[in-house]
């Protein structure tokens, strides 16, 4: 069964977290043992400008659990759109394995078979490093 079939299935937390691959007590454990205000830590950088931007980064077993659970949703997406748009760029098996600098950016004139992409982010094999790259030579307005 695909991903999306296996999640839509889903009616325990056993099940989720066998599907995450991770324990159920850990599950458990991650969700409602620890406390929110100990589930991140806060920290600020310097903007360029001169500005502080405050950081609100997860401790390291929830940020594990939201990276699998990312995964399992960008596979799920990724199924959606190999039935939906089953011609687009991204829908083929190279692209699933593409590193971020393969593909950019979708471009296919057929708007029947354009994979839509609203955001750059939260997509596979996208990252700041690619978004920055579709900007250059860009003019500044």
């Known amino acids: 069964m695909n991903k999306l079939g ?3 299935t889903i009616t325990t937390k056993q099940e989720l977290a066998k599907l995450l691959g991770v ?4 599950l458990t454990y991650s969700l409602y043992k620890v406390k929110p205000a100990t589930q991140y830590h806060q920290f600020e950088i310097l903007k360029r ?3 502080k931007r405050v950081i609100n980064a997860p401790n390291d077993k929830l940020k594990n659990l939201q990276s699998k659970l990312s995964i399992l949703l960008l596979d799920c ?3 959606i759109n190999a039935v939906k ?3 687009s760029e991204t829908s083929l098996p190279k692209a699933r394995q593409a ?3 393969e593909i950019l ?3 296919i004139s057929n708007s029947r078979i354009k994979q839509p992409s609203l955001s750059h982010g939260f997509v596979r094999n ?3 490093i690619t978004n920055a790259m579709m900007h250059l030579n860009q003019k500044l307005y």
């Not at 324990?23 to 850990?26: D, G, L, T, V």
């Open 23 to 26: 324990k159920p007590s850990s």
């Open 85 to 87: 748009f089953p011609e």
């Open 77 to 79: 997406i990724d199924e």
């Open 99 to 101: 590193s971020n600098f």
């Open 49 to 51: 400008n001169g500005g």
């Open 105 to 107: 950016k979708v471009k």
């Open 6 to 8: 296996e999640l839509k």
């Open 126 to 128: 996208r990252s700041i």
